[in-house]
T-cell receptor
Framework: EDKVVQSPLSLVVHEGDTVTLNCSYE??????LLWYKQEKKAPTFLFML????IEKKSGRLSSILDKKELFSILNITATQTGDSAVYLC???????????FGKGTKLSVIP | NAGVTQTPKFRVLKTGQSMTLLCAQD?????MYWYRQDPGMGLRLIHY???????AKGEVPDGYNVSRLKKQNFLLGLESAAPSQTSVYFC????????????FGQGTRLTVV
């Protein structure tokens, strides 16, 4: 059975802090790993990682994948209150049609 | 630029009632999905479709039925609602599988009393 474990489950930081969110996975026939940000409503796509060791960046957010150790991290530098959200990690399952999601990390950024 | 649209956004049902949730996408995506999201459980796949006229079961299909009569629409039905089906339901679509980006609707908050 495919498994995605995220840690921590929740995190409270002050504006300006740097945070690292973790995602470990067990999946048959790995294809990719995806990060989503969920504020009040729909999850919105952040990154898709397929290759080990290659960092993806978008502004203050970056992510990297380690296929040997089966994990990914999402870094957010100089956090802002607008970064407060649940961050979800997901991998496609063996049949590749469905995404198996982790339970998410709830990030709260306080002024 | 609608993307994925779900209706309704909120609904309260009595136990035993039936309802249909509608998902429409305007991106010409082949693949569509219904997820439910519960506190502490993450997103779990209910049913999915790999093309018009096809449907398949996901992780938690019991108590739900789906239909994909048109490529742009994916319907989720509850024949006899139960309190355990109280949840937030998300529809998503993608142009391919293998973990390509899925686009999500805004969600339907369903309460069964």
């Amino acid at each position: 059975e495919d498994k995605v474990v995220q840690s921590p489950l929740s995190l409270v930081v002050h504006e300006g802090d740097t945070v690292t969110l973790n995602c470990s996975y067990e999946v048959t026939n790995f294809r990719s790993l995806l990060w989503y940000k969920q504020e009040k409503k729909a999850p919105t796509f952040l990154f898709m990682l397929t290759s080990s060791g290659i960092e993806k960046k978008s502004g203050r957010l970056s992510s990297i994948l380690d296929k040997k150790e089966l994990f990914s991290i999402l870094n957010i530098t100089a956090t802002q209150t607008g970064d407060s959200a649940v961050y979800l990690c997901a991998v496609p399952g063996a049949g590749s049609y469905q995404l198996t999601f982790g339970k998410g990390t709830k990030l709260s950024v306080i002024p | 630029n609608a993307g994925v649209t779900q209706t309704p956004k909120f609904r309260v049902l009595k136990t035993g009632q039936s309802m249909t949730l509608l998902c429409a996408q305007d991106m010409n995506h082949e693949y569509m999905y219904w997820y439910r999201q519960d506190p502490g459980m993450g997103l779990r796949l209910i049913h999915y479709s790999v093309g018009e006229g096809t449907t398949a079961k996901g992780e938690v299909p019991d108590g739900y039925n789906v239909s994909r009569l048109k490529k742009q629409n994916f319907l989720l039905g509850l024949e006899s609602a139960a309190p355990s089906q109280t949840s937030v339901y998300f529809c998503a679509s993608s142009y391919a599988t293998g973990g390509t980006e899925a686009f999500f609707g805004q969600g339907t908050r369903l309460t069964v009393v």
